[in-house]
T-cell receptor
Framework: TQLLEQSPQFLSIQEGENLTVYCNSSSVFSSLQWYRQEPGEGPVLLVTVVTGGEVKKLKRLTFQFGDARKDSSLHITAAQPGDTGLYLCAGAANQGGKLIFGQGTELSVKP | NAGVTQTPKFQVLKTGQSMTLQCAQDMNHEYMSWYRQDPGMGLRLIHYSVGAGITDQGEVPNGYNVSRSTTEDFPLRLLSAAPSQTSVYFC???????????????FGPGTRLTVL
């Protein structure tokens, strides 16, 4: 059974701080996605990474796929209250196929 | 485009009752799936479909049935509801399930189900 372990599970920080969320597995994934979910809504895709070592930036968010394609990280610079939400990583084991989701990281950014 | 729609938004059932959660998408996506979301457990795949007439089980299929007679619709049936099925249910679709560049999941707004 493939598992994706996310850490930390909860994160509460002040506006302006930096943070990193980790997504780790012992399995290799062909691609990895990061989603953000707000209360009462479904998750929305932020980014997909497919190449080992790949780095993608989305404004203040930086996503990295590990060289071995077993782990990923999400770094937020100068967090803002609008970044508050549940962040989920999801991996596809084969070329496409079923997505396996991590447990999620609940981020709260206080003004 | 309405995207992915789910009905109802909220539902309360008694143990043993049956019901169907509706899901529809208007994006002509071939891949559709059902997830349940419980606190601290992320999203767990219940059933999925790679096209009309084709369905398969996910991680937690017990107690749920699905069918896919059209590309647009993918209903989830609870035959005999149990308290353990209290959860938030999300339907999702994607253009493809094969190519990583095209497997972004588009999620519906969710159905919050309580089984007493």
């Amino acid at each position: 059974t493939q598992l994706l372990e996310q850490s930390p599970q909860f994160l509460s920080i002040q506006e302006g701080e930096n943070l990193t969320v980790y997504c780790n597995s012992s399995s290799v994934f062909s691609s990895l996605q990061w989603y953000r979910q707000e209360p009462g809504e479904g998750p929305v895709l932020l980014v997909t990474v497919v190449t080992g070592g790949e780095v993608k930036k989305l404004k203040r968010l930086t996503f990295q796929f590990g060289d071995a394609r077993k782990d990923s990280s999400l770094h937020i610079t100068a967090a803002q209250p609008g970044d508050t939400g549940l962040y989920l990583c999801a991996g596809a084991a084969n070329q496409g196929g079923k997505l396996i989701f991590g447990q999620g990281t609940e981020l709260s950014v206080k003004p | 485009n309405a995207g992915v729609t789910q009905t109802p938004k909220f539902q309360v059932l008694k143990t043993g009752q049956s019901m169907t959660l509706q899901c529809a998408q208007d994006m002509n996506h071939e891949y559709m799936s059902w997830y349940r979301q419980d606190p601290g457990m992320g999203l767990r795949l219940i059933h999925y479909s790679v096209g009309a007439g084709i369905t398969d089980q996910g991680e937690v299929p017990n107690g749920y049935n699905v069918s896919r007679s059209t590309t647009e619709d993918f209903p989830l049936r609870l035959l005999s509801a149990a308290p353990s099925q209290t959860s938030v249910y999300f339907c999702a679709s994607s253009y493809s399930w094969v190519q990583s560049s095209y497997n972004e999941q588009f999620f519906g707004p969710g159905t919050r189900l309580t089984v007493l």
